[in-house]
């Protein structure tokens, strides 16, 4: 650029027409350099008018595919990919393997599959698998379109039942997308692309799915129809088992499933999400309180269902409202749980709500006879799950005069007239009903499926205990559940400024004293009793001496001899339950004592 200064210190020596010269050519410079900071502006204004970035097409995927996955095993593994692809014609998820691919953590990749699809674990009908391509192959796909942004692909695994929607898939997709979404603003979006792969038609649940996300759900249906090849740019692949609570006897029979993780902390920020998403006020503790009884309409039947309402309400003063999956939808069923004080139904997937009623709620599950509760537990071990402040308990029918069979039903039904006549007389002889696998066991289907007439008189009684437990259980309000819940166990840090030096006693024993300050942390603790563990160890040797002391200085003398070198490490324990980690070993010595 020009400095007009210099042209003027230079041009004042000069004629009055060579200065008229040199400034006619500043200001066309000036001009033109105008015009071209004009032209500029405009370019750029003309690039905004185009709207945003052009997005990923064909090209993008040319680059190949990637993925990365954590994880030993498809149990307990996930796996994040870029360019992940699916073949409509084949019906096969597609790899291309170009010059940017990687891969990370797949190995074991068929014993038996990568990633299970769902939360239900090791169940081969819900591995995933992907088919490897050159990314050359990619020009016999015509058509190509690319799904930009996050997606989660999974399958769910019965969208027809409300135990497994539940259990299975919306936790599961919950605590999935709070893991992959989180972000240092929001623990939650719902940007992320819904991908369902198990091929079931949507169903009348899948409003409840669409609760996780602003996009449309897209269906495999949906991609094999399009017939173009669909690539993901940014995709997930299987869901979190953390929040599962159940397994349903595929490999021994159904029960507890081992090393239950979840507490009422994940169930409650789970609740509080769907009541949010559904437009559900929060609770009221002031407004007042009513029995919920679900009625089926179809099948197990409570057949003296209104004298079990008129019991209920005579019994405890307050109002029986009935709910049915026939005349409420599942958004209006939790509204009024929400706000319940007792839920009553049949053995049934409807007991899944359970987890939306308020601190302090009654449960009771009604078996018909020859089904043992013990052997049917997902909605008492719902209810027990740590910090749930739940009570629990179940009623049986053990008159066999009470119950009605259906043995000409189908046979998913509970039908046995399919059976030979030696297996349908022992079904029909048996008193209770054998623990067994998944899936159709004839006996449990029959005994499941009948209809039963409900003892009054024991009813209330199993009634009255757990109301009365619950009463009690407000002092300490856990329910029938455990108060030791995982997510209160805020562990106490390492303990600091550990030393030790030689004593010597007059009589001449030696001595360790050994001093430190407590955890920085335990403070926030509130907690009621501390405790440290020290373990001393000779050098050389591998056992150790381990002492519960209640205080942070001490002269240990017993087993400690002169001329020897000793470990110490010294961690904190926190109302005997509660134990922190050890802190950095510290040598001691007593040579030269």
Known sequence: MLNLDMILKVTWVMTTVGFAVLLSDYLRLRQQECRNITDASVQNTEKSAEGPPKLPDRDYVQQGSSVWCWGDNNTDRMCKFSNLCFSPQHQHFVFFHGEQTMTHGIHNRFQPALVDLSSVPDHNTQYFQYVDLPVSALRDFEKVKIFPGTSLIFNRFNPDNLMHVFHDDLLPIYSTLRQITASDLD????????????????????????????????????????????????????????????????????????????????????????????????????????????????????????????????????????????????????????????????????????????????????????????????YKTLANLPGMKLTYTAWRNTEQQNTITHPDNPWDLGGIAHLDPAEQDAILRSTEVPRHLCCRNPEWLFRIYQDTVVDIPSFLKTVHTAVNDAETNKQSPCGTSTCQDQYKNIYPGQVVDLTCQIVQSSDGRVGLQLSWQPPWNLPYLNAKDTKYEVWIQEQGKASYMPWILPFTSHVFSEGIGAGLDYNVWVRCIVDDTVVGPFADAVQCSTKGS
Request: overall charge negative; glycine content about 6%.
């Open 187 to 378: 623990p939650f979006n719902l940007n992320t692309r819904l991908v369902v792969m198990e091929g079931w038609r949507p169903g009348e649940f899948v409003d409840l799915y669409q609760m996780f996300s602003t996009k449309d759900l897209v269906f495999k249906q949906d991609l094999v129809n399009s017939g173009e090849l669909a690539c993901f740019t940014n995709a997930y692949v299987g869901l979190s088992k953390a929040t599962t609570w159940y397994q349903y006897g595929f490999k021994v029979p159904q029960g507890p499933k081992d090393n239950i993780t979840v507490t009422a902390r994940e169930i409650t920020q789970f609740t509080d999400f769907v009541c949010t998403r559904l437009g559900i006020e929060k609770i009221d503790d002031t407004e007042s309180k009513y029995i919920v009884l679900f009625s089926r309409r179809l099948n197990r039947l409570i057949v003296n269902e209104v004298d079990v309402t008129i019991a209920l309400a005579r019994e405890f003063d307050m109002r029986v409202v009935t709910l049915s999956m026939e005349s409420h939808t599942v958004p209006q069923q939790i509204a009024v749980i929400r706000k319940a004080s007792m839920l009553v139904g049949v053995h049934g997937s409807f007991l899944t709500l359970a987890m939306f009623l308020p601190p302090g709620a009654v449960v009771v599950e009604l078996f018909p006879y020859a089904v043992n509760p013990e052997h049917y537990v997902p």
